[in-house]
């Protein structure tokens, strides 16, 4: 779709203090000399209070940490960066650690990190860890299945330091095992209408195969000068290469560059960002009553020139944001304004910021299938533009203990893509059924959010987090954003209770949201839930820790996607060791 934005004002400020876990504030909000308007990305409340590994689990709330990649939860707009708040360990200078521990639903848990300390040449770090769980858990016709996953995962950190030059490589391994268990009505000797050919078929040749294996390894090399006056030209640029492939036989490859270089000339400065990425997918070549595969190769080209000015107090930078789609479903070029200013009200204690941008979101198969692991296994979705990005909001301290942040956010989308069932049509007949994959529907719309958080921490043996949104959807077509939230709120704290007990506590909450009944084409409310946590880390000595962990205390009864429930009451408990 050709969609070409013009420039638009930046409007209204507020202030919000609403609640969750997640970002390390600015406690100073002082300019300082070089200006750098971006806003750094979320680590965003989940969709739902669930493990991040794995959807059909609460993730546990201790220094446990299952996996350091959240799933991708759809449409954020902007989001504020989380602080991440957890207890505090003694300081150890060993350069290895390991823990591991069992759970409830047959779980079994063990993860390594080693460091290299004390080096001004290079940093080194590496996290290898596997996670599997099992169970059953009850689905909406009160039946019993089970819903295993198996996640096992390895990142290696490495920086190369020189006077003014930096490094960086990153690489990533992801294994993921996991059942379609949800619900689903389709009868095996019942006939269907095929939904490529208009055929029929019989319910079982629509039945998805139960196990899925999903297996991901990524790589990134970057190079940059920091530089610290205005006598050399600063620049960031990096290389990524990745594979993805899962059981049914999909491979997708990927590889991208991109950099950014910057001019000063006295208080000005000249920017200008750009790259390509290109996503290579090959598919099976059977056929199936079930899938309909079509190869896909695209590549996303993107463009950002900008002026900056810096003042003492102030900040502004304007420039465009320029995408460019070749290949996929269809050619696209979109263009959008981009302008971001902050200014210093009061020093040292609040500033506001705001601006207008566009944002392309590039659904690749493996961001998709990431999002929604359920999805159907021919997905091929489409890209998705918000043309009309603005944002606006204060950041500051109360006091040397309280910080906060306050945004309101507000986008014009088109193409944004939302999930639903499968409906699977009985032969001759107008009766239809729901099937556990997902299908993909599409809308343009708007979408209004306020959030805002505040962080509270009177000592080094105490700390709050509180953090809330608001997502006001309003769709042009659709009844419903499905399976998206209106609201969601969090609280987190930590607690010193002895010299060598820490205890954490968090309450996770979000509205009702809603699916697609496929049965008659009718609205579907998925309940709200409120996941209360507690956890507590106790250090034996500067080398032995034991930590324990209970999920859901409520046992509340929740689903991430229509037709599959998650774990219900969640306990975790083990031992960790540095050497």
């Known amino acids: 779709m050709k969609n070409i934005n013009a420039i638009l004002v930046l409007t209204t400020a507020f202030f919000c203090t609403v609640a969750a876990s997640g970002q390390q504030l600015n406690k100073d909000v002082k300019v300082v000399r070089e200006y750098n308007p971006i806003i750094s990305d979320a680590f965003k409340i989940n969709q739902l209070p669930v493990n991040e590994v794995d959807e059909s689990s609460f993730n546990p709330n201790f220094t446990y940490n299952i996996l350091s990649k959240a799933l991708s939860s759809g449409l954020a707009v902007e989001p504020i960066s989380a602080a991440r708040l957890t207890p505090e360990r003694k300081t150890v200078l060993d350069k290895s650690y390991v823990k591991g521990g069992l759970g409830n639903y047959v779980t079994v848990f063990g993860e390594l990190y080693y460091n290299v300390l004390r080096s001004e040449d290079y940093a080194l770090g590496l996290n290898v860890g596997h996670l599997t769980s099992g169970g059953k858990v009850k689905l909406q016709d009160d039946s019993k299945v089970d819903a295993p996953f198996h996640d096992t995962w390895a990142s290696l950190y490495f920086r190369r330091f020189w006077k003014d030059y930096t490094l960086a490589i990153d690489a990533d391994f992801l294994h993921n095992i996991y059942n379609y268990y949800g619900f689903q009505n389709l009868e095996d000797e019942m006939g269907y209408v095929e939904p490529y050919s208009g055929a029929m078929v019989s319910g079982a040749d629509l039945m998805v195969d139960e196990r899925q294996r999903l297996s991901a390894f990524d790589l990134s090399i970057g190079l940059n000068n920091k530089v610290l006056d205005d006598s050399s030209v600063p620049f960031d640029a990096s290389f990524t290469f990745g594979t993805f492939g899962n059981l049914t036989g999909i491979n997708e490859s990927h590889f991208g560059l991109n950099g950014k270089v910057r001019t000063y000339i006295n208080d000005m400065f000249l920017d200008v960002a750009g790259g390509f990425d290109y996503y290579g997918t090959s598919v099976p070549n059977f056929t199936s009553p079930l899938y309909q595969f079509v190869d896909r190769n695209m590549t996303?080209?993107?463009?950002?020139?900008?002026?900056?000015?810096?003042?003492?107090?102030?900040?502004?930078?304007?420039?465009?944001?320029?995408?460019?789609?070749?290949?996929?479903?269809?050619?696209?070029?979109?263009?959008?304004?981009?302008?971001?200013?902050?200014?210093?009200?009061?020093?040292?204690?609040?500033?506001?910021?705001?601006g207008v941008k566009g944002d392309y979101k590039v659904n690749n198969y493996?961001?998709?299938?990431?999002?929604?692991?359920?999805?159907?296994?021919?997905?091929?979705?489409?890209?998705?533009?918000?043309?009309?990005?603005?944002?606006?909001?204060?950041?500051?301290?109360?006091?040397?203990?309280?910080?906060?942040?306050?945004?309101?956010?507000?986008?014009?989308?088109?193409?944004?893509?939302?999930f639903v069932n499968r409906a699977d049509t009985v032969f001759l007949t107008a009766e239809v059924h729901q099937n556990n994959i997902f299908d993909v529907v599409y809308d343009d719309g708007r979408l209004l959010q306020l959030s805002g958080e505040l962080k509270y921490e009177p000592s080094p043996g105490f700390n709050?987090?509180?953090?809330?949104?608001?997502?006001?959807?309003?769709?042009?077509?659709?009844?419903?954003?499905?399976?998206?939230p209106e609201l969601e709120l969090g609280f987190t704290g930590n607690y010193e209770l002895?010299?060598?007990?820490?205890?954490?506590?968090?309450?996770?909450?979000?509205?009702?949201?809603?699916?697609?009944?496929?049965s008659d084409t009718g609205v579907k409310e998925l309940k709200g839930v409120i996941d209360l946590n507690l956890g507590?880390?106790?250090?034996?000595?500067?080398?032995?820790?034991?930590?324990?962990?209970?999920?859901?205390?409520?046992?509340?009864k929740y689903y991430q996607w229509n037709g599959y429930p998650s774990q219900g009451l969640n306990i975790r408990a083990g031992v960790g060791y540095s050497f």
């Open 300 to 354: 996303i080209i993107n463009f950002s020139p900008a002026v900056g000015f810096q003042w003492e107090e102030a900040n502004l930078k304007v420039g465009m944001d320029v995408f460019a789609q070749i290949g996929g479903q269809d050619d696209d070029f979109n263009i959008a304004p981009h302008i971001e200013a902050d200014l210093v009200i009061a020093e040292g204690v609040v500033t506001a910021f705001g």
């Open 366 to 418: 493996e961001s998709v299938q990431r999002e929604n692991r359920y999805i159907r296994a021919d997905q091929n979705v489409k890209n998705s533009f918000h043309g009309i990005h603005l944002f606006a909001g204060l950041r500051g301290n109360f006091s040397s203990q309280t910080s906060f942040t306050a945004r309101l956010d507000y986008a014009a989308f088109d193409n944004e893509h939302f």
């Open 464 to 484: 709050l987090l509180l953090k809330g949104k608001y997502n006001g959807w309003d769709m042009d077509n659709l009844k419903q954003a499905w399976h998206k």
């Open 498 to 518: 002895l010299s060598d007990i820490w205890v954490n506590a968090g309450l996770y909450s979000i509205s009702k949201r809603y699916a697609l009944n496929v």
């Open 536 to 556: 507590v880390n106790y250090y034996l000595s500067s080398k032995w820790t034991m930590f324990a962990n209970v999920n859901n205390l409520l046992i509340n």
